[in-house]
């Protein structure tokens, strides 16, 4: 069957959005509206023509160019199973995300953690704006026969699953893109189940600082400052990476920072439980602990100059200053 009936087998879309085949050719229709949506691949395309806000738009066309991560040093999916598994954070989610999960993976870029983690009977939807990014994602997952994951063009403010659906739902190095990370951060959580799990990758306030320095001296003196991050000029990373990761870090047209204080806000205003962070509880000893195992919260000043010393840490600089946060509906 092709992927795009599956959609509708799945039962995950909102009531009112029906597939629709006239003259051979099939599109999803929303019966309250009447607007259809067309595909593109197998992908449904969810967000169309309509306008959105002019930093989504931004995205839209940036991410259009750049295909991040993209699969250029990915052959198959064993080669993206043993790149995944590579990866800790990766590996452990892999790991530690039950079989028959639905999982939500949103901004899933070039669908490479939505392919990876599409085994073991879970069931993984990537929603992204680039549809650039969607294509590549769609075509590794077609030419591997990854039968499910799936892929749906879709604006992080616009989504239109059904509520309450996702055991887990995905965001990493997404939401400080969008024109307002609070909002985009509540408005995902419609879609979790109560008891799910959120994991939310970020820009660190204080852990950002040198990749800050270079986006200046880029700006200011021109691509010659690149070289201050190894990963642009690193010969061992093809071009194709280079480039996506040197546009990405250091031509965004749009970024936020955040810290670790202010995500439990978010939290605490969302009814999420605090459950783990990378780095501020797992980091030394990440590999004998349990994603989901719930941690301390940490407070008052010690977090305060934990936040400050991310600016210093090779780990932070080498990634351009990420922090993960975990948390859990309240049932
Ligand atoms: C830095 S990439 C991250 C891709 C992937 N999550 C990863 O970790 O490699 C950011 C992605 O967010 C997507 N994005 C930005 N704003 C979005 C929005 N409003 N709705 C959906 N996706 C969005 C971009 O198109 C891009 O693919």
């Not at 990866?87 to 899933?108: A, M, P, R």
């Not at 055991?167 to 995902?188: Q, W, Y």
């Not at 994603?291 to 008052?300: A, D, R, V, Y």
Request: proline content about 2%; hydrophobic content about 35%; charged content about 30%.
């Amino acid at each position: 069957m092709s992927q795009r009936f599956k959609y509708l087998e799945n039962n995950i879309l909102e009531p009112n959005l029906k597939l629709m085949i006239e003259n051979k050719t099939s599109s999803i229709i929303d019966t309250d509206t009447k607007k259809k949506f067309s595909f593109f691949s197998d992908v449904p395309d969810l967000i169309g023509d309509i306008d959105t806000h002019e930093i989504t738009e931004k995205q839209k066309n940036f991410y259009n160019d750049i295909k991040f991560p993209n699969y250029d040093d990915i052959d198959d999916y064993g080669s993206l199973i043993d790149k995944s598994k590579k990866n800790i954070f990766t590996d452990k989610l892999d790991k530690e995300i039950h079989y028959n999960s639905k999982i939500l993976e949103v901004g899933c870029g070039t669908g490479q953690l939505t392919n990876f983690l599409a085994r073991y009977s879970r069931e993984v939807y990537g929603i992204d704006l680039s549809k650039g990014s969607l294509l590549l994602a769609e075509k590794f997952r077609r030419e591997n026969n990854i039968d499910r994951s799936f892929f749906l063009r879709m604006d992080t403010f616009n989504i239109l699953f059904k509520e309450n659906i996702f055991d887990i739902i995905i965001s990493n190095g997404v939401l400080h893109h969008t024109k307002d990370a609070k909002l985009a951060f509540k408005n995902i959580l419609k879609y979790l189940k109560p008891n799910g799990y959120v994991i939310i990758g970020l820009y660190h306030k204080y852990g950002r600082a040198y990749t800050r320095l270079i986006q200046f001296l880029v700006k200011y003196f021109g691509d010659t400052f690149k070289f201050m991050d190894n990963k642009n000029i690193d010969p061992n990373i093809s071009e194709e990476k280079r480039y996506a990761w040197y546009n990405d870090q250091y031509k965004n047209p749009h970024e936020t920072l955040h810290t670790y204080k202010e995500i439990i806000n978010w939290f605490n205003e969302n009814n999420i439980d605090y459950i783990s962070s990378i780095p501020f509880n797992l980091n030394q000893n990440i590999l004998n602990e349990n994603l989901f195992k719930k941690q301390i919260i940490k407070k008052g000043f010690p977090i305060y100059v934990e936040e400050l010393v991310q600016a210093f840490k090779y780990s932070q600089i080498k990634e351009g200053g990420f922090f993960i946060m975990i948390g859990k509906k309240s049932s």
